[in-house]
């Protein structure tokens, strides 16, 4: 009897490890999921403004954002553009998405002339759980004068997502927009 029980308690302690483990992977698993779905939202209301915006610029540099007048192309770190609604006429009537020195997706819809040093204008679009790399960038093509492509944007988010328990998760988002206007010659 004493054998018989001892087997008995000894199959349960290891089954309610199998448990807890199972459990424990469960909730890591929906943690890193909800993250990821909230990354990839994000990325697909970028990439909805920018496919309906226009008049995209390559943001290259900390300092400010005095180099918006004249559409680049290239690797940036951040990306404005006229917004659909937005006036056209107006050079602070922009829309900006970068990366912040912190690792953080920030966006704002007000004027970006020199403004990078005031928090209330730009809002957070990663969790805090994520980390972007130096990876990350928008790359811009076909916006040049006189281009004969349609502007083209390349949104590549790489990065960490750190778990409750301390771990971090590589991972590696892309999607690719173009203009909706039609801005070939």
Same mark, same amino acid.
């Given at each position: 009897?004493?054998?018989?029980?001892?087997?008995?308690?000894?199959?349960?302690?290891?089954?309610?490890? &199998?448990?807890?483990?199972?459990?424990? *992977?469960?909730?890591?698993? *929906?943690?890193?999921? @909800?993250?990821?779905?909230?990354?990839?939202?994000?990325?697909?209301?970028? &990439?909805?403004?920018? $496919?309906?915006?226009?008049?995209?610029?390559?943001?290259?540099?900390? @300092?400010?954002?005095?180099?918006?007048?004249? %559409?680049?192309? /290239?690797?940036?770190?951040?990306?404005?553009?006229?917004?659909?609604?937005?006036?056209?006429?107006? %050079?602070?009537?922009?829309?900006?998405?970068? +990366?912040?020195?912190? /690792?953080?997706?920030?966006?704002?819809?007000? &004027? %970006?002339?020199? @403004?990078?040093?005031?928090?209330?204008?730009?809002?957070?679009?990663?969790?805090?759980?994520?980390?972007?790399?130096?990876?990350? @960038?928008?790359?811009?093509?076909?916006?040049?004068?006189?281009?004969? $492509?349609?502007?083209?944007?390349? =949104?590549?988010?790489?990065?960490? =997502?750190?778990?409750?328990? /301390?771990?971090?998760? %590589?991972?590696?988002?892309?999607?690719?927009?173009?203009?909706?206007?039609?801005? +070939?010659?």
């Amino acid at each position: 009897m004493m054998i018989a029980i001892s087997i008995f308690l000894l199959v349960v302690v290891i089954g309610m490890g &199998a448990l807890l483990n199972a459990n424990l *992977a469960h909730h890591k698993s *929906a943690n890193l999921r @909800s993250v990821l779905d909230n990354l990839s939202f994000t990325m697909e209301d970028m &990439a909805n403004n920018l $496919r309906t915006g226009y008049s995209y610029h390559c943001i290259n540099d900390t @300092s400010g954002f005095s180099d918006l007048v004249i %559409p680049s192309d /290239g690797n940036c770190w951040g990306i404005a553009f006229e917004y659909q609604d937005g006036n056209s006429s107006d %050079p602070t009537d922009q829309w900006v998405y970068y +990366v912040d020195g912190d /690792g953080k997706l920030m966006k704002t819809t007000e &004027a %970006p002339y020199n @403004s990078l040093t005031i928090p209330n204008k730009y809002y957070q679009l990663t969790p805090n759980e994520v980390t972007l790399f130096g990876e990350t @960038s928008f790359i811009i093509s076909g916006t040049q004068p006189n281009d004969d $492509r349609q502007p083209y944007v390349i =949104i590549r988010l790489v990065g960490n =997502i750190k778990t409750p328990r /301390g771990g971090t998760t %590589p991972f590696s988002l892309q999607t690719s927009v173009t203009q909706r206007f039609v801005d +070939v010659p």
